[in-house]
C-alpha cells in the first residue's frame, strides 16, 4: 500500500526538482484545453497578481492555490501525474511563452527572471545551469507534452 504525503509547493520549487521526471499515464486524457480554458487560468493568475490592476497592491506573501496537483511515484522513479496534467502542462507552456519574451532582454531583472525560468523548463546541474535545453520531460503516451 502506497503511503499519502500531502505537500504544498510553490509551481517554482515543483518544476525546479532536480529529479523530477513528469509522466503523464496511458489513461490520462491527452492535453485538450483550450483557448477558454488557458485565458480563465491567466485571468485568475494575473488578478490574484496584480489586484484590481494594480500592481503595486501584490503581496509576496500571499498564496495562490492553483489546485491539487496529484502524483504517484512509479517503480521507475517517475512521477506519474493523476490530477493536474492540464494545468502543468499549460503552466509550462506559458513558461516556454515568457522565456521567449525575455530572450533578449539584457537588464539585470530580466536576465534574472529568464534564469529562474530556465530552472524550471531545463534540468540543470548542481549549480542551476541548464544541462540541455531538450526540457524536462512532461511525457505521455502521446509523447512529450511541451
Request: negative net charge; aromatic residues 12%.
Amino acid at each position: 500500500m502506497s503511503k499519502l504525503n500531502v505537500d504544498h509547493k510553490t509551481i517554482k520549487a515543483l518544476f525546479q526538482e532536480k529529479k523530477t521526471d513528469f509522466l503523464i499515464p496511458d489513461y490520462q486524457r491527452p492535453y485538450a484545453w483550450g483557448e477558454t480554458e488557458c485565458q480563465a487560468l491567466w485571468e485568475d493568475i494575473f488578478t490574484f497578481a496584480i489586484p484590481d490592476g494594480d500592481s503595486t497592491k501584490f503581496d509576496s506573501n500571499s498564496e495562490y492555490f492553483l489546485g491539487p496537483i496529484v502524483t504517484f511515484k512509479n517503480k521507475d522513479g517517475k512521477m506519474e501525474i493523476i490530477d493536474g496534467q492540464q494545468r502543468l502542462t499549460t503552466l509550462m507552456l506559458l513558461l516556454r511563452a515568457f522565456y521567449s519574451k525575455f530572450g533578449d532582454m539584457q537588464d539585470e531583472d530580466s536576465k534574472a527572471t529568464k534564469q529562474n525560468i530556465e530552472k524550471c523548463l531545463w534540468k540543470t546541474d548542481e549549480f542551476g545551469k541548464p544541462i540541455n535545453k531538450e526540457g524536462k520531460p512532461i511525457s505521455g503516451g502521446g509523447g512529450i507534452m511541451c
